[in-house]
């Protein structure tokens, strides 16, 4: 790690260019379990892909999934998949080669993708806690005011604003000259750790970056407290304890997302990125961009009864499948 440094120190940049390449320093100096690294991120991506791609499929297979919530938990479950896509290949990539650059445009497309896809990820936790604020608050009018159409508007406009927001932050930040020290202290191309490498006026840029982040990670996660404190309220107000268990299940998934997601965001983002700080902050971005996608696929089919019959379901009738070919293949013998 001292010898990226003393060679990134010697590579300075006048105010005139910019680097064709930056140079991601991943998660510190970590060569001496390089291979260990690489076989546990490895594993961490597959079984992410595998869980939040089954969850998928079963959403789309399984008739009795076919209702607004489950059909934003495979929007989720999508969106887990693409934004882990985002870093984790190029992560293991560079344990595998050793080649920790990745070109200026490269570092854009991954920040504009990540941003996007987390942003959407935001706006879709706040969506699926206004279902199930109607589906306990309202469950009358519930069927009337969460349709089909109602359900696909709110998921496309999820999708839609994170692809808006993070297009006007990477246009703002592409604008600037990058003429420092090409070393981002970071294992992703994330804003701040950017913006610390601009060598011109960043004022317009910070700006923008507030107020994004303020549409982006506040007002969502305002809009899904006020949500929770509405459904909490309307669960207590329940007089049997049979019903407040059902009513509080049926959330509670969601609630266990919402809290380790936004949780390890706010921290990330507040805490200042000081030289003590910064290999804690890494290790808080490394939870909500790696671990969250992991365990969220965990959570739900653990803690949901209908998800888990689903799985069971598929499972047999996969085993079924098995055996039938499988005494075809014998009869044919």
Not at 104 to 118: K, N, P, T
Not at 257 to 270: E, K, N, Q, R
């Amino acid at each position: 790690m001292g010898d990226l440094w003393h060679y990134v120190e010697k590579e300075e940049w006048d105010n005139h260019t910019s680097p064709m390449k930056f140079i991601l320093l991943g998660m510190g100096n970590v060569s001496s379990l390089k291979t260990l690294f690489f076989l546990f991120l490895l594993v961490i991506y597959l079984v992410t892909m595998v869980g939040n791609i089954l969850i998928v499929v079963l959403v789309v297979a399984d008739q009795h999934l076919h209702t607004p919530m489950y059909f934003f938990l495979g929007n989720l479950s999508s969106l887990e998949t693409c934004y882990s896509s985002t870093i984790l290949p190029r992560l293991l990539a560079s344990f595998l080669t050793g080649d920790r650059t990745i070109s200026v445009h490269g570092c854009m497309a991954q920040l504009h993708f990540f941003c996007s896809f987390v942003v959407s990820e935001c706006y879709l936790l706040a969506m699926m806690s206004y279902d199930r604020y109607l589906a306990i608050c309202q469950p009358l009018l519930y069927a009337s005011l969460m349709t089909w159409k109602v359900s696909l508007w709110l998921a496309a406009a999820s999708w839609l604003v994170g692809f808006l927001i993070s297009t006007v932050v990477t246009s703002f930040l592409s604008q600037l000259k990058f003429c420092g020290p090409k070393a981002i202290d970071h294992f992703f191309c994330d804003f701040t750790p950017l913006l610390e490498l601009a060598c011109n006026d960043t004022r317009v840029v910070t700006t923008v970056g507030f107020i994004v982040s303020f549409l982006d990670i506040v007002f969502p996660f305002l809009f899904t407290l006020a949500s929770y404190v509405c459904i909490i309220a309307a669960i207590l107000r329940i007089s049997s304890s049979m019903g407040r268990q059902k009513a509080f299940s049926t959330c509670s998934s969601h609630l266990t997302v919402v809290t380790v997601f936004y949780g390890t965001l706010i921290i990330v983002y507040l805490i200042p990125r000081t030289a003590p700080l910064r290999q804690l902050n890494r290790v808080f971005s490394f939870f909500y961009t790696v671990l969250t996608p992991l365990v969220n696929p965990l959570i739900y089919s653990l803690r949901n009864r209908e998800v888990r019959e689903a799985l069971g379901k598929a499972f047999r009738k996969s085993l079924a499948c098995t055996r039938t070919h499988s005494s075809y293949a014998l009869l044919c013998k």
